[in-house]
Every structure is written in C-alpha cells, then in structure tokens.
C-alpha cells in the first residue's frame, strides 16, 4: 500500500532537500577540505531539527491557519518571530558560532532549516486536502518552499557573523522583519489565487531569496581569510 502523502514526500525530497545539498556543496566547495565532517553533519542535520521544531510549534499552535476575525494575521506577524528565533538558537550553539569558516557551517544549518520546515509545510497541507495536493497549485507552494529554503540559509549566513560580534539580537529582528514583508508576498498568493499575481509574487519572493543568498555568501568569504 503507498502512502497517502507520497507527493509531498516526493517533491519535498526533490524539490527540497536535494537543492538545498547541492547548493550547500556548492557554497563549501573552495573550503570543503578545511571543513571537519563530524560539523558538518550537525550542522545540517541540527537544522533539520531546528526546522522541523519551528513548524511543530507553528502548527501546534494554529498560526499557519486562517482566522475569521484576523486572517492570516498570525501567519504574518508570529510565524517570522518563531521561525527566526529557533534558527538564532541552533546558530548560537558554540558547536558552530566558536569554529572556524562557521558562515559555511551556517549555511548548512540555515538550508536544512528551511528544507525540513517547508517540507512539513507541504506534507500538512497534503494532509488537509485529503491526501491529493492540487496541480499546478501545489507547484507554486513548492516554488514558494524551495524559495524560503534559499532564503533561511541567506539569512543564516548573515546571521552567523553578527553572532559572533555579539550583535545577533539587532540582525536576528531586521532579518525576521525582513522575513515578515516576505511573508506578505506569499499570503497575498495565498488569498488572491490569480494566474499574475502567482506569478508577481513567487518571483519577487525567489528574487528576493536569492539576492539574499548570494549577498550572504559575499561575507561568508571574509570567513576564508
């Protein structure tokens, strides 16, 4: 008997994890040899912790749903605050913030973060449509997921400098506020369900994610000095 959520372990694997590796040995790749294994496993595989627990809670807590009186309100306004504390945690833990080249190690973290919070994104919106993700709409959460993987791994790569200079309180809100006008992008695809404001949308949020990134990885190479 297959599983009732195949498609969201499907393109969550695909869609999901594997770019998130593949953009992760791409990052690493001029240090890789510097690098000790053993961090590098907990790095990813502590973010996929970290991850997964951001969106335990967001769900236990029903901030992903909709509200009669306030929308999507706390999927706005909640969802950043949680989502960036629990990857300001994990970056704290001296396993990382204390190494050498940790921005590489942050930027593991981050992706595999992103990776398994979107991916229990994906498997709990398979399960409330009844097992069936809709076509071509589960696509575009896909789009929207692969887009945030990029961007929490952006923004730990930011993050994890400021840690070290003690000053990851004040990065930690500007990234969660940055987070949250993000957000806004991908309710309003959410609420208006239009062909060109899909569209509008998941490209200024993938752009948005990438700029990110790549501006991450322009200080991550302070690291390799």
Not at 32 to 46: D, S
Not at 138 to 147: I, N
Request: glycine share 10%; proline share 4%; net charge neutral.
């Amino acid at each position: 008997m297959s599983s009732p959520f195949w498609a969201a372990n499907l393109l969550g694997m695909v869609l999901l994890f594997i770019p998130a590796f593949l953009l992760f040995l791409r990052t690493i790749a001029s240090v890789e040899e510097q690098l000790e294994e053993r961090k590098l496993y907990l790095a990813c595989g502590g973010g996929a912790i970290f991850g997964t627990l951001a969106e335990v809670l967001i769900l236990v807590g029903g901030f992903d749903l909709r509200s009669p009186e306030v929308g999507y309100a706390s999927l706005l306004f909640v969802t950043p605050a949680l989502v960036t504390l629990f990857l300001w945690l994990g970056l704290r833990l001296r396993t990382f913030r204390d190494a050498r080249h940790a921005t590489f190690y942050a930027a593991g973290f981050g992706l595999f973060f992103g990776a398994a919070h979107e991916f229990w994104k994906l498997l709990v919106l398979e399960a409330r449509l009844d097992g069936e993700l809709p076509f071509p709409g589960g696509l575009l959460d896909v789009w929207f997921g692969l887009a945030a993987t990029v961007l929490l791994g952006g923004m730990a790569l930011h993050l994890m400098p400021a840690l070290q200079r003690d000053n990851g309180v004040r990065i930690a809100a500007r990234l969660a506020l940055f987070y949250l006008i993000l957000g806004f992008l991908r309710i309003s695809a959410i609420e208006r369900p239009e062909p060109i404001i899909d569209a509008a949308t998941a490209l200024a949020f993938a752009a948005a994610a990438a700029a990110t990134y790549q501006r991450g990885t322009t200080v991550q190479r302070h690291d390799t000095i």
